[in-house]
């Protein structure tokens, strides 16, 4: 997927629509009622309250939350669209270019801590920045199962991927192995969970995919194999966000569906507990959302609305040998190439 590099080419690849903040906006805030629409569906009993809020520098947003229902412990589905004259220094260490300019940045985000042990947690988050000359796109989604099955981590990838394929070979190679690499706890040596899709920086200038800190890391190495891919319009970018957004319902529901009826105890809720733990210290001390949420002076309620209604911390835990929680952590929190893994039908 190459195009002309002759600068006039170039130039009209990088060309802004005059709307384009009108059509993410929109698009963003659509994902989140389709999002929210299928979540009510699918739980059956409880329903997203919504608080809107105003950002007092520029801005505001839609925070919903749904609690205490059949499937979902605590889920959230936000968007948010801000504005402002001051840069947060996560932006400007990436992008120098961008200071001195006004900035616009906007997206949507979500997280759900289902019930039952058996379902897994997941996350999604796609947002648009721009300031002056400088736009972006970036985001992706990710799954983070407690008591996993192949199955369904092989149909998430699966579903992602026929997504990314669509517009471009080498997205989702790249952007899984940028996933693994996002979401890994340095501190505890393990992924947070199986990873999905993760991208940054997206723009029309970026001729390799890769934009990540981690120059000798497989993303980069492969986002170096592929090499240069050409200026990539606006629209272009826009499109694929789109396709990733509405690939969620597919990715996740139907694994939902399928776990929702199993039967769990004690051991498996507290497993569930514990696990959750992860997730509060990747998004405190990792998350960039976070980090750029809580640097322009967002609405705190909003940004950590992703972390779980109840936790809990063990000294020293290792799980017992040949259990499922053994295997866990033996196969799935470590990166592997889930959609060759094997053919769903051949797990008994």
């Known amino acids: 997927m190459t195009t002309s590099s002759t600068p006039e080419a170039t130039a009209s690849k990088l060309t802004l629509p005059t709307d384009s903040r009108q059509q993410v906006s929109q698009f963003l805030k659509d994902l989140q009622d389709q999002i929210c629409q299928g979540l009510e569906q699918l739980d059956g009993q409880a329903t997203f309250q919504e608080d809107a809020w105003e950002r007092p520098e520029g801005g505001g947003g839609r925070s919903r939350v749904m609690r205490e229902g059949r499937v979902f412990e605590q889920g959230g589905v936000n968007f ?29 985000s979500m997280v759900l801590h289902p019930r039952n042990p058996y379902i897994p947690t997941v996350h999604l988050n796609y947002r648009y920045f721009e300031a002056g000359p400088v736009w972006w796109f970036g985001g992706g989604i990710d799954l983070t199962p407690y008591y996993p099955f192949a199955e369904d981590v092989v149909h998430f990838h699966q579903t992602l991927k026929q997504a990314c ?11 899984k192995l940028w996933c693994d690499e996002y979401f890994y706890l340095n501190h505890r040596q393990e992924t947070r969970g199986v990873g999905g899709i993760f991208f940054d920086y997206q723009d029309g200038l970026t001729n390799h995919l890769y934009r990540g800190p981690a120059a000798d890391g497989p993303a980069a190495l492969h986002s170096n194999q592929v090499g240069q891919i050409g200026s990539r319009s606006w629209e272009e970018i826009f499109s694929f966000i789109q396709s990733c957004g509405q690939a969620f319902l597919p990715a996740y529901v139907p694994i939902a569906e399928r776990r929702q009826g199993t039967e769990y105890g004690d051991r498996e809720r507290n497993f569930q507990l514990y696990r959750r733990g992860r997730y509060v210290e990747f998004n405190l001390v990792y998350d960039r959302g976070t980090i750029f949420g809580l640097q322009t002076n967002g609405r705190t309620e909003s940004i950590l609305m992703s972390l779980p209604p109840l936790v809990r911390w063990e000294y020293g835990y290792e799980p017992e040998p040949n259990t499922p929680e053994a295997e866990l952590y033996q ?3 470590k990166p592997q190439d889930w959609v060759n893994w094997f053919s769903p039908a051949s797990e008994s």
């Open 165 to 175: 394929d669509a517009h471009h070979p080498e997205y989702y190679p790249t952007f």
């Open 331 to 333: 196969t799935f929190l």
């Open 80 to 108: 948010s669209e801000v504005w402002g004259t001051h840069l947060p220094p996560s932006v400007l260490v990436q992008r120098p270019e961008a200071a001195g300019h006004k900035f616009y940045a906007t997206g949507t």
